[in-house]
């Protein structure tokens, strides 16, 4: 019995070790790339394109209901309620939707790796000017 009370004597005493009076280390937060603004928006899912046309359904049933949560709400049940041949509408135009999306990111990327090959060529340009004017 004395060993047990022992041994819960000793965990206490652990934790009330003094703490080293240091500040603890703040973790290194990695620096956010910087997003372009010029970038398009991502595309709507199908259950987004699904509850724009909900939401005016709904209202026009239910002018007096003025509750987002509620609306929501049933929004999601019809959701999953609604058959694949249903759900076939929304998910068509969301994919016809992120297949343009990918189409505008890579004509963006191209333009930005145009611009970024112009800006270098003239960095060495510049280079090459500052050497052969020192000679």
Avoid: H
Avoid at 81 to 97: G, P, Q
């Amino acid at each position: 019995m004395l060993e047990n009370e022992k041994q819960c004597d000793a965990i206490p005493a652990e934790k009330n070790k003094v703490k080293s009076t240091e500040p603890n280390p703040k973790k290194v937060k990695k620096e956010k790339k910087a997003k372009d603004p010029n970038q398009p928006k991502r595309p709507q899912t199908a259950f987004f394109l699904f509850m724009s046309e909900f939401r005016k359904t709904y209202k026009e049933a239910n002018p007096d209901c003025k509750s987002v949560a509620t609306v929501a709400k049933e929004g999601g049940e019809k959701w999953k309620s609604m058959t694949d041949e249903e759900k076939k509408i929304y998910l068509d135009r969301a994919a016809e939707l992120k297949a343009e999306y990918g189409k505008a990111l890579n004509s963006d990327k191209d333009v930005q790796n145009a611009d970024d090959k112009e800006d270098g060529s003239l960095d060495k340009e510049a280079q090459v000017e500052i050497v052969s004017d020192d000679e």
